[in-house]
């Protein structure tokens, strides 16, 4: 299915080796690995990135890992990995431990979704995977309103349907 349309091929291939075509379809996964090696073991400074303004196309969203990277290093980047792992633990802790089945399923699904999406953001940063936006931690109402709202027609609509 990937490789069904030409621009999903371009796009895949350019994700296998994205110094092939450093110009176009190379280029984000470029600017964001030169973001990340610039910030080294510390980082440059909170707010001192250069690659942000001009180079890595949306680094508030789907390269905002990359950014970190720069920003707040090898250090900054491994904290905010921490982060999540911790969030993914206290997930499962609290899904384990639901009154019911739907508060098992609702931690359950609401972890797995968020942790996921940052192992694929994380993936698409260091040319692993494909890009998504980096739940709680990218800017903008994309972000927020997507890690909000993505499935509310699929489970509100059968909250409606039971009559609960």
Request: hydrophobic share 50%; net charge neutral.
């Amino acid at each position: 299915m990937i490789l069904s349309q030409a621009y999903q091929r371009a796009r895949f291939a350019s994700y296998l080796d994205p110094w092939a075509d450093p110009l176009k379809g190379g280029y984000q996964i470029i600017q964001g690995q030169i973001a990340l090696g610039t910030g080294r073991l510390f980082g440059v400074g909170l707010g001192a990135s250069r690659q942000k303004w001009s180079y890595v196309p949306n680094a508030h969203t789907d390269f905002i890992f990359a950014i970190i990277g720069e920003e707040l290093g090898l250090i900054g980047t491994l904290v905010v990995l921490a982060g999540f792992a911790f969030f993914v633990y206290l997930g499962i802790r609290i899904a384990r431990e639901a009154p019911d089945r739907f508060g098992f399923l609702v931690a359950g699904g609401i972890t797995a979704w968020i942790g996921v999406q940052a192992v694929i953001n994380v993936g698409a940063v260091t040319a692993e995977v494909v890009a998504a936006v980096f739940g709680l931690v990218a800017a903008g109402v994309a972000a927020w309103t997507g890690a909000c709202t993505s499935n509310i027609g699929g489970w509100s609509a059968g909250l409606i349907g039971s009559g609960a």
